[in-house]
C-alpha cells in the first residue's frame, strides 16, 4: 500500500506571496492533518480535516487554510508568506476509526520564504 | 505551556548497548501516546504506541514504558544499531477524539549510536 504523499517536496517563495501544499493520504484513509515544523517551536499541530470538514484547528493564523476533496486528498493554503513560515510542513493520515489511532506521516514539503 | 516534554535534546551510546529516550507529559487527559523517527528532510515515521490501559508495550528490538502516576514514558532500544541514529519525538494524543484529534509532540532527542 502507498504511503501518504505530499508535493511539492521543495519551496522558494517570496514575501506576500501564497502558496498551495498538496498531501495525498493512505488509500483508505479519511482524516488528513497537516503540522509545520520550525527549529525554534518543534512540530505544532495546523489542522485537521475529515470528511471534507475541518474538524480541529491548532493556533495559527487565518493566512493559514486548508480543504479536503472528496477522494480525501487535502489541500493547505498559505497567503501572503512571511518570512517566519519557512518550515517543513507535514501531512499525515488516518482511518479515524476507533478513538486511539495512528497518524502516518509524509515525507513533508520544504518551504523557503525569501 | 509545552505538554509534552524530552528534555534530553541528545544522547549518544555504543552499538550494541541500550538507548532509553524519555518523555514527560503534564496533561492526565493524554490516553494515547506514540513514538516517531525522523531523519532529515524527511517526515516522522511511526515507531511503536503505547495506551494509557497499558503499561508497557513491545515491538521488536523497541519497547515502550509508561508510568501514568508520573507522566512519564520511555522508549528502550535493545540492542542499539547505528541505523537508529536519528531523531526521535515523542507523541501524545487526548481522550475522546473529536476536535480534540491531533497529536501533541515533544521537541525531539537526537540519537547517535556510535559503531
Known amino acids: 500500500k502507498a504511503g501518504v504523499t505530499q508535493t511539492p517536496r521543495y519551496l522558494i517563495k517570496t514575501r506576500g506571496q501564497q502558496v498551495t501544499l498538496s498531501c495525498s493520504p493512505i488509500s483508505g484513509h479519511r482524516s488528513v492533518s497537516w503540522y509545520q515544523q520550525t527549529p525554534g517551536q518543534g512540530l505544532q499541530f495546523l489542522f485537521e480535516?475529515?470528511?471534507?470538514?475541518?474538524?480541529n484547528k491548532g493556533n495559527f493564523p487565518g493566512r493559514f487554510s486548508g480543504r479536503q476533496f472528496s477522494n480525501s486528498r487535502s489541500e493547505m493554503n498559505v497567503s501572503t508568506l512571511e518570512l517566519g513560515d519557512s518550515a517543513l510542513y507535514l501531512c499525515?493520515?488516518?482511518?479515524?476509526?476507533?478513538?486511539?489511532?495512528?497518524?502516518?506521516f509524509g515525507p513533508g514539503t520544504r518551504l523557503l520564504v525569501l | 505551556d509545552q505538554q509534552v516534554k524530552q528534555n534530553s535534546p541528545s544522547l549518544s551510546v555504543q552499538e550494541g548497548r541500550i538507548s532509553i529516550l524519555n518523555c514527560d507529559y503534564t496533561n492526565s487527559m493524554f490516553d494515547y501516546f506514540l513514538w516517531y523517527k525522523k531523519y532529515p528532510a524527511e517526515g516522522p515515521t511511526f515507531l511503536i504506541s503505547i495506551s494509557s490501559i497499558k503499561d508497557k508495550n513491545e515491538d521488536g528490538r523497541f519497547t515502550v514504558f509508561l508510568n501514568k502516576s508520573a507522566k512519564h514514558l520511555s522508549l528502550h532500544i535493545v540492542p542499539s544499531q547505528p541505523g537508529d541514529s536519528a531523531v526521535y519525538f515523542c507523541?501524545?494524543?487526548?481522550?475522546?477524539?473529536?476536535?480534540?484529534?491531533?497529536?501533541?509532540f515533544g521537541k525531539g532527542t537526537l540519537l547517535t549510536v556510535n559503531p
Open positions: 499525515a493520515s488516518s482511518l479515524r476509526q476507533v478513538r486511539q489511532e495512528t497518524q502516518y
Open positions: 480535516y475529515f470528511s471534507e470538514t475541518q474538524r
Open positions: 507523541a501524545a494524543s487526548l481522550m475522546g477524539g473529536g476536535s480534540n484529534y491531533k497529536l501533541t
